[in-house]
């Protein structure tokens, strides 16, 4: 093994990496960064998102964070093996420690954690406040960092630039393996450097933070499966993440967690070149496939709490594709264009024959689906956008559970709508100190991992949670490989 110039080698500088780096340098150590991107690109997903923290105050989580996490938390599993979830972490049977599942003391680690982070975060000069979401209405409490995750990756970037001698960034510069000594210890990395050229850095701690593998096709194939070839990250920073965190710690024997064929679905209009440009305004009109036809209910219950279990279904129509189709009465929804991040123009036309045309699907199909639609819609009632209003309709397959009125008056508009990867689930088991568990249970010596490569989700996207577990196992990580 070769001289020990760092302390801790942090891949990827999103809010995990950064945070993980930043930390470590505060308790002492000498850092080194790798990240695939340019310097000018640096940040992943974390660069391009709003950055929503499920909180209720700077000093609190949401009322709902831990209710919502055990709702989604997916699957069943084996009640005789998680009872032992209340025991502390080293009095847990091994098959327990090692299990992937929603670990509710990781959970309650990050509920702890984020107000800590949160208040970190001002340290370096960033506001946070109750920000306006492209939610028209809300089923929980999000506050944000006033210029989103950009001012994070600036906060926290520029306070280890101004710090060259304790933290070096290796830009255009990926992990590929970890490099593992003799008793089992991490010792270091084998990086790809610019124009091909392969290196080996080593350091007692490693802290993965290089995101999940939402750029990744191959990854994606194999564990969400052949649909995927439908979705792309929502933005272009998931375009550099392409799993090689996960992958290196799951070779070097670590517990894999989180859902692995599932990732947080976003339905975005496929023509945009907006960040994010998704389209949330369907539960007021329809939904149709591209052969005409009606496949989901568009309005189970808020849009903010069930749009991710629409756009999966959205995934597997033909050819991945739906259309939002509206309308006149769309404009009874008051500042509905708060809820359309793409600024391409709808298809729109005066009849029904026309719309069709322009969106390019079976004109006879999609009247007799509208047709059966309006049929179904009730003849009155008091249309409430922003509550859930139980205008329902009867007697169509699927049914439609609210906001149900008639597609009737012109101009008709629709929105072309694609699934769209914001971060994948699959990712490692960790504990409490974002140390890696193996899959016998037991901390791997020497790694840790941060952020999207903690696996922490199954089935359900628990909302505005993925900046702050970056920001807390990247701080825990952090503490830990200096200490
Ligand atoms: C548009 C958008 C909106 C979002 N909205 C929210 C929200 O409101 N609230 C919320 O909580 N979450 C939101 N998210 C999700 C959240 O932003 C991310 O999950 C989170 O920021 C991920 O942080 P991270 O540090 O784990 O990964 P990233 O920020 O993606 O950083 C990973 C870094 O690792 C680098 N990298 C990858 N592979 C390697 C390698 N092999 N070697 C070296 N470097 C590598 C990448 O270049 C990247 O810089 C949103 C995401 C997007 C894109």
């Known amino acids: 093994m070769g001289e020990s ?6 891949v990827g500088c999103g809010i995990a990496g950064l945070s993980a780096a930043v930390t470590a340098e505060q308790h002492g150590a000498r850092v080194a960064v790798l990240e695939r991107a340019p310097m000018e690109e640096r940040g992943g997903n974390t660069r391009y998102t709003e ?34 979830a209340v025991l502390e972490r080293e009095n847990q049977p091994r098959v327990l420690r090692s299990l992937g599942m929603v670990d509710p003391n990781l959970v309650a680690t990050l509920a702890e954690e984020a107000p800590k982070a949160l208040q970190w975060l001002q340290s370096f000069g960033v506001t946070f406040d109750f920000l306006p979401t492209y939610f028209l209405s809300q089923s929980t409490t999000r506050m944000g960092p006033v210029g989103g995750g950009l001012a994070l990756i600036e906060a926290l970037g520029g306070y280890a630039d101004a710090r060259p001698g304790a ?10 393996s970890l490099i593992v000594d003799d008793a089992g ?14 290196f080996d850095l080593f350091a007692p701690n490693v802290i993965l933070a290089s995101g999940g593998f939402q750029g990744n096709p191959e990854m994606l194939s194999r564990y969400v499966g052949p649909l995927s070839q439908f979705i792309r990250p929502v933005s272009r920073g998931g375009h550099y993440n392409r799993g090689e965190g996960v992958a290196m710690a799951l070779d070097a024997g670590a517990a894999p967690c ?20 998704v389209v949330l305004t369907y539960a007021y009109g329809i939904l149709v ?3 005409g036809k009606r496949f989901t209910d568009e309005g189970p219950a808020m849009v903010d709490s069930t749009y991710e279990v629409v756009t999966r279904i959205i995934m597997g129509q033909r050819n991945g594709i739906a259309f939002a189709v509206f309308d006149a009465g769309l404009d009874d929804v008051e500042n509905w264009s708060i809820a359309v991040r793409s600024r391409v123009p709808p298809f729109e036309a005066d009849t029904l024959e026309g719309l069709a045309a322009a969106m390019d699907i079976d004109s006879d199909e999609f009247l007799a689906t509208i047709e059966a639609y309006n049929a179904a819609c009730p003849a009155s009632g008091d249309f409430q956008p922003l509550r859930q209003d139980g205008l329902a309709t009867r007697g169509v397959e699927p049914k439609k559970s609210n906001w149900a009125r008639p ?29 890696v ?3 016998d249970g037991d901390p791997i010596p020497g790694l840790y991992a941060a952020g999207e490569v903690v696996g922490l989700y199954y089935r359900v996207y628990t909302g505005a949670t993925s900046v702050m577990r970056g920001a807390v196992t990247g701080r825990l990580a952090g503490r830990d490989a200096a200490g």
């Not at 694609?418 to 689930?425: A, E, R, V």
């Open 437 to 439: 568990i193996n899959t």
């Open 185 to 198: 210890s991490v010792a270091g990395i084998r990086a790809m450097g610019p124009d091909n050229a392969p």
């Open 289 to 291: 496939n591209d052969a």
């Open 5 to 10: 110039e760092f302390d801790v080698i942090v």
């Open 51 to 84: 950055s929503f923290w499920r909180m209720k105050s700077a000093d609190a989580v949401s009322d709902d964070f831990e209710e919502r996490f055990a709702a989604n938390a997916g699957g069943w599993p084996d009640p005789g093996i998680v009872k032992d």
């Open 407 to 435: 597609i009737i008056k012109p101009p008709f508009r629709a929105w072309p709508m694609i699934c769209s990867n914001c971060f994948t689930f699959g990712g490692v088991k960790v504990d409490e100190r974002a140390r």
């Open 258 to 277: 989180g859902d692995f064929g599932s990732f947080h679905a976003q339905p975005v209009d496929p023509r945009s070149t907006d960040i994010e440009p």
């Open 167 to 176: 933290i070096r960034f290796f830009y255009e510069t990926s992990a590929r």
